[in-house]
Nanobody, 119 residues
């Protein structure tokens, strides 16, 4: 079994910063892509950013230039540095990992962490 545990959410004023972290543990051979998604009330879950095992990032247009994703393959962690936060960034943020277990690959999700940006 694989667990993803997120931390770092909270309440911040517009223009502020937060850093989200996610650690994967369990029966992991290797992790392919890792990423962050978010879901605001009444909206579908959407990709915020993801990053390949080799470190190539991909960002949603809405966060480009403000958010930075990074990972540490040795520690099986992925981080999301969020700067210049806006009220529309308010959502539950979920960590996501594509985990290689033997010859098969599985997608896992964290439990979510709330990010609230006040105006």
């Amino acid at each position: 079994q694989v667990q993803l545990v997120e931390s770092g959410g909270g309440l911040v004023q517009a223009g502020g910063s937060l850093r989200l972290s996610c650690a994967a543990s369990g029966s992991i051979f290797s992790i392919n892509a890792m990423g962050w998604y978010r879901q605001a009330p009444g909206n579908q879950r959407e990709l915020v950013a993801d990053i390949t095992r080799g470190g190539l990032p991909n960002y949603a247009d809405s966060v480009k230039g403000r958010f930075t994703i990074s990972r540490d393959n040795a520690k099986n962690t992925v981080n999301l540095q969020m700067n210049s936060l806006k009220p529309e960034d308010t959502a539950v943020y979920y960590c996501n990992a594509d985990v290689q277990i033997g010859v098969l690959s599985y997608t896992y999700w964290g439990q979510g962490t709330q990010v609230t940006v006040s105006s």
